[in-house]
């Protein structure tokens, strides 16, 4: 059993987001095995070839992508969100996996985060 | 008495910004008075600004910041503001002000800054962990 981070909110906009990924990450470091969820808003967060240098901000892409390689086991994304936004599973970084958010899904977790 | 439920209270609202520090110190004192007790408060994101000694609100307002400390102080519960969170938001004790050479630091106490470690062992623990956002 593992925990459920879940980003609902764009990036760029909030620094909530961030914080949340912080958050998947520790879980990581400490060996407690954590998935992120991206839903609503949040699967711009995995958009491809993002470029916020024009923002003063980081692209989010690259810790996105990094974040397995720190110890995330899943980077899941919200299937009917995808849709909302018009996002092929194509236009995303690589590593994700196309879910339905539903109550079946959270009952997977022993614990889930939402900032 | 229920001496074997305990919670841990991650608080992610500040104050004056949203109710999120109100509600959970009602909650942990309703809590405390049921015979619950409560492992550690950790504040995150903008909940950091809950540990902030410079709050100057109105005297006909609640003082939050000090209202929390003297909760904390009274019942002997640990306090931790996420340190990354903090020092992003201007939330400095003394080895930080020394570490970072700013002119002030401001952390009340019980509140200790340390890493997101504390909470990762709540979530670890049989501790219930209860989130406070405020805005949603």
């Known amino acids: 059993m593992s925990v459920l981070v879940i980003i609902d909110q764009a990036p760029y906009g909030s620094w909530r987001g961030r914080e949340s990924l912080d958050m998947a990450l520790s879980l990581a470091a400490f060996d407690q095995p954590a998935s992120l969820l991206f839903t609503g808003p949040g699967v711009n967060w995995l958009r491809a070839g993002q470029e916020p240098a024009g923002l003063s901000q980081k692209a989010v892409e690259r810790n996105v992508s990094a974040a397995p390689i720190f110890g995330i086991e899943e980077l899941l994304v919200d299937r009917q969100s995808l849709a909302k936004y018009q996002l092929e599973p194509s236009a995303l970084i690589a590593g994700t996996s196309t879910v339905d958010y539903t109550p079946e899904l959270l009952a997977n977790y022993y614990h889930v985060v939402c900032l | ?136």
């Open chain 2, 1 to 136: 008495m229920h001496s074997q439920t305990a919670f841990t209270l991650v608080i992610t609202g500040a104050p004056y910004s949203t109710q999120a520090p109100q509600t959970a110190l009602a909650f942990a004192k309703a809590a405390l008075a049921q015979g619950y007790s409560i492992d550690r408060v950790f504040l995150y994101g903008d909940g950091v600004h809950l540990s902030s000694a410079l709050a100057a609100p109105p005297s006909d307002e609640t003082n939050w910041p000090k209202a929390w400390a003297e909760f904390l102080q009274g019942n002997d519960i640990p306090a931790v503001a996420c340190i990354a969170s903090a020092l992003r938001r201007g939330i400095l004790n003394n080895e930080e002000q020394a570490r970072y050479q700013r002119n002030a630091s401001n952390i009340i106490e019980p509140f200790e800054l340390l890493g997101l470690g504390e909470w990762v062992e709540s979530i670890a623990s049989t501790s219930k962990t209860l989130y406070f956002h405020g805005d949603h």
